[in-house]
Structure formats: structure tokens, C-alpha cells
Nanobody
């Protein structure tokens, strides 16, 4: 079993940047496909980005594409989400998730697929 802890959220003005981190413990993340999701008030949890076990392939939802970058450092057992050109509509709680079965974008958009979740970190973008 793996435990995930997100950090790096906060309040930022539109156009600014934040870097979220997800630190894993309990098991190495080398066997996990990792994803970032977000959930705004009154909305469903939505896929933001995903990355394969070795980090060779990354996937993004349409909204953050070109502005967000997902990466991982398996030696540090961590996953990151660099967020640039932030917009007020990016305001949400951001969650890190892990799954052993996923190997590509196929199926990775659904939060129901993921086995493990962090507690989330709040990102607020002011206009």
C-alpha cells in the first residue's frame, strides 16, 4: 500500500505559477501509473494529467494542455505538477492518485480506476 501526500498549493494571481508535489511512502512508485486530478466546488473530480511508470509518456486534459507539466522522480518517490499561466477556472483542490493497472491514457481519465489518493491541496487563482 502506498500513501500519498500533496503539497505546494496556495493563492496565486491569474497568470502566475505554482508547482505541486506528491510525496509517496510505503512503497516505491515505480510500479504505479500516476495521475493528477482536481475538484472545484460543486463539480465532479476531473482528470488533469497522467504519467506512465517510467515517465516516458505524459497525458493531459484539454484545459491545462500547454500550461501544465507533469513529471516524476522515482528516486525521490515523488510526482510533480508544474502549473503556469494559471487562470481563475483552475481554482480547485488538486489530488494525486496512483494505480498499478494503468499503462497508458486509456482509462486513466476516470477517478474510479485509481487505487490510492492523497488528501489534496487547495489551489486558488485570483483574477
Amino acid at each position: 500500500q502506498v500513501q500519498l501526500v500533496e503539497s505546494g498549493g496556495g493563492l496565486v494571481q491569474a497568470g502566475g505559477s505554482l508547482r505541486l508535489s506528491c510525496a509517496a511512502s510505503g512503497r516505491t512508485i515505480t510500479t504505479y501509473y500516476m495521475g493528477w486530478f482536481r475538484q472545484a466546488p460543486g463539480k465532479e473530480r476531473e482528470f488533469v494529467a497522467g504519467i506512465t511508470r517510467g515517465g516516458g509518456r505524459t497525458y493531459y486534459a484539454d484545459s491545462p494542455k500547454g500550461r501544465f507539466t507533469i513529471s516524476r522522480n522515482n528516486d525521490k518517490n515523488s510526482v510533480y505538477l508544474q502549473m503556469n499561466s494559471l487562470k481563475p477556472e483552475d481554482t480547485a483542490i488538486y489530488y494525486c492518485a496512483a494505480d498499478t493497472g494503468l499503462t497508458s491514457r486509456s482509462g486513466s481519465d476516470s477517478p474510479r480506476v485509481y487505487e490510492y489518493w492523497g488528501q489534496g491541496t487547495q489551489v486558488t487563482v485570483s483574477s
